[in-house]
């Protein structure tokens, strides 16, 4: 009842698409019966949960933030949903997001933008009262980073202690390092993607957004492990709850720093977080040694021709038959077609499909999407060699900068900047590996900054080990 009544207050920061406010209390009326009994508890159990929007759930909308999907009730539960509520967890409500997961700000979805909690702390406000340039009151606030921006919202503002994101860029570690929250991304195999509505099914992976490492391990515990709904899904051994030892020894450890993520656009701020960070775990004894991933000024545009590709073929789903939206043209089927089409998806999502199946022409094939996935290759093979030279895991930014204002990030020249900001996440998802993002420490204008551990493929636990070490 308190994250509920949280909720409402913070209502303003458009975190929620959906509240779930009956199924979450009767939720909880059983949880506490389960107690009272002496029954066994799950892992969750009574813990209020958000959900991203672009997770199906039984009974209730899921809309990816899209008017084509506006009033779609799914019929099942995705897995990672199943495996939350199986554990006792309450579902608060379903979460607010860039459209279709296609973004990096929260700003883009057909409910509206996130606004960061952390744009009305005490500190930020003092700061801005300073700045002569700062707008007024209330359109001056930050964005949190996305596209899992309503999640990282929910939990920052404390109306739940965990919430699913989805990561297939960097979704749930941009908003985690925005919002001072820990986010996760799971190796690509451990954790099922049945019922996640997909944006790149060969990169796409649920995300954990808590407030600190050990949550985001007891999540992991509930939600991994092989699924037959989902062929990419590993049997890899995960003990149950994931537990994570209090006092890791790090001494014996080799810590990557990828000289190629030193970009020009990085605040001096993350910067010298990033070299404190690495001087850290050098005084504690392990070694640091810079190591070279040369493939990296080809991650974006590698991303974005494999990303669009991928939408273009995801997309063709939503014709107005299955799901949601359908236009009430009916001169032809095709006509129908396209008026729901342009109807049901913004711009952001037209210009992928367009560029998918520009990158998909039978002239184009060869030069663009053969050789962006040989691309992606040679960038997943740059981590392979560095952890082969013996590193166990990389130290990384996890953006530029820390968040910033809403007017300044909708800028039209901004948009080029906020596909930049992925940089140091979106190699991961080509390459499949485990990462997190943990809150380092507040900038001068009191907010967050987060840096980044990239681990070997299916050394979750070991990454996660580290993150709790430093944190
Ligand atoms: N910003 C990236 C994109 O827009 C990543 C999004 C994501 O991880 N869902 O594609």
Known sequence: QKCLSLIKKTKFLNAYITVSEEVALKQAEESEKRYKNGQSLGDLDGIPIAVKDNFSTSGIETTCASNMLKGYIPPYNATVVQKLLDQGALLMGKTN???????????????????????????YREKRKQNPHSENEDSDWLITGGS??????AVSAFTCYAALGSDTGGSTRNPAAHCGLVGFKPSYGLVSRHGLIPLVNSMDVP??????????AIVLGALAGPDPRDSTTVHEPINKPFMLPSLADVSKLCIGIPKEYLV??????VQSLWSKAADLFESEGAKVIEVSLPHTSYSIVCYHVLCTSEVASNMARFDGLQYGHRCDIDVSTEAMYAATRREGFNDVVRGRILSGNFFLLKENYENYFVKAQKVRRLIANDFVNAFNSGVDVLLTPTTLSEAVPYLEFIKEDNRTRSAQDDIFTQAVNMAGLPAVSIPVALSNQGLPIGLQ??????????????????E
């Open 97 to 123: 997001l860039d459209e279709f997961a296609m973004g990096s700000g929260s700003t883009d979805g057909v409910f509206g933008p996130v606004k960061n909690p952390w744009s009305y702390s005490k500190q």
């Open 148 to 153: 899992s921006g309503g999640s990282a919202a």
């Open 207 to 216: 995300g954990i957004l808590t407030r600190c490492v050990d949550d985001a």
């Open 264 to 269: 020009p656009e990085l605040s001096s701020e």
């Open 453 to 470: 551990f990239i681990g070997r493929a299916f050394c979750d636990q070991q990454l996660l080990t580290v993150a709790k070490w430093f």
